[in-house]
């Protein structure tokens, strides 16, 4: 599970897209950092490029940053297992 926050006043409103619908959406980017950032987090995210933006080496537009936390599975044995999948009951 990746949390993540963005500073909405860093996106240019012209990336903002309307649909059919109505609703409004943003194209967004979340990638994994390569070190770890001063606060702890793992993942920026950033606007996403057109191709031609990639080509040109335009710069990205940062808005956010995110930590990615991971949940152990406790290993649990066959009659652990059994007992949960009946609720715990003898029956």
Not at 50 to 74: A, C, D, L, P, T
Request: glycine share 8%.
């Amino acid at each position: 599970m990746i949390t993540a926050s963005i500073c909405l006043s860093d996106i240019p409103k012209e990336r903002i897209v309307e649909a059919k619908n109505g609703k409004k959406y943003l194209n967004f980017v979340v990638d994994e950092r390569r070190e770890v950032g001063q606060y702890g987090d793992t993942h920026t995210v950033y606007l996403s490029q057109s191709k031609e933006e990639r080509e040109n080496k335009e710069k990205k537009v940062y808005i956010g940053s995110g930590k990615e936390y991971k949940f152990e599975k406790k290993e649990t044995t066959l009659a652990e297992d059994m007992e949960q999948e009946s609720g715990g009951l003898p029956f």
